[in-house]
């Protein structure tokens, strides 16, 4: 399976993005910068306050469920959304998690959504080794690794 992939599971949606950024948006870095694969990634989170960051992990929780609704599939959407999103942390938990990603200088092209999966793979009780594995892909996808 090629690095690229392991970003398939993610959202097919149009993701709102917080409008409150000052006049221009010129605290913002580059669209070329903060995005991966044309996924917001953590150099255009950077930029976000508290309240933005918030904003935007409802805005992807509720897109996740949205987009995970198929009254076709033999799982529950519940079940599916919880694989990407922390089930039982509140957003200042989940903010705190992705910040402490993100504090991490190779992580700054990944993706966020793939910062909230591990997130999500964690509260679960994921194994480690399979965490660290799965950031490690995102990290080779986001860097034009295959």
């Known amino acids: 399976m ?3 992939a392991m970003l398939a599971p993610s ?13 221009d948006g010129s605290h913002l870095p580059s669209l070329e910068a903060g995005h991966t694969g044309g996924y917001t990634n953590g150099r255009f989170r950077t930029a976000f306050t508290i309240g933005e960051k918030a904003t935007y992990l ?3 929780r509720d897109g996740a469920a949205l ?8 799982h529950p959407a519940q079940e599916r959304l919880y694989r990407l999103y922390p089930r039982v942390l509140t957003l ?9 990603f993100y504090g991490l200088p190779e992580n700054a092209a ?3 959504m793939a910062a909230i999966t591990a997130s999500a793979m964690r509260t679960a ?6 965490i660290q594995d799965w950031i490690l892909r995102n990290r080779y996808a986001a860097n034009g690794v295959h």
């Open 125 to 130: 009780g994921m194994d480690e080794a399979a």
């Open 92 to 100: 200042g938990e989940i903010t705190r998690a992705v910040d402490a």
């Open 2 to 4: 090629r690095c690229t």
């Open 67 to 74: 987009f995970l609704a198929s009254p076709s599939d033999a």
């Open 11 to 23: 959202l097919l949606f149009i993701m709102p993005v917080p409008i409150s950024f000052g006049q």
């Open 58 to 60: 409802m805005a992807y």
């Open 110 to 112: 990944v993706p966020i």
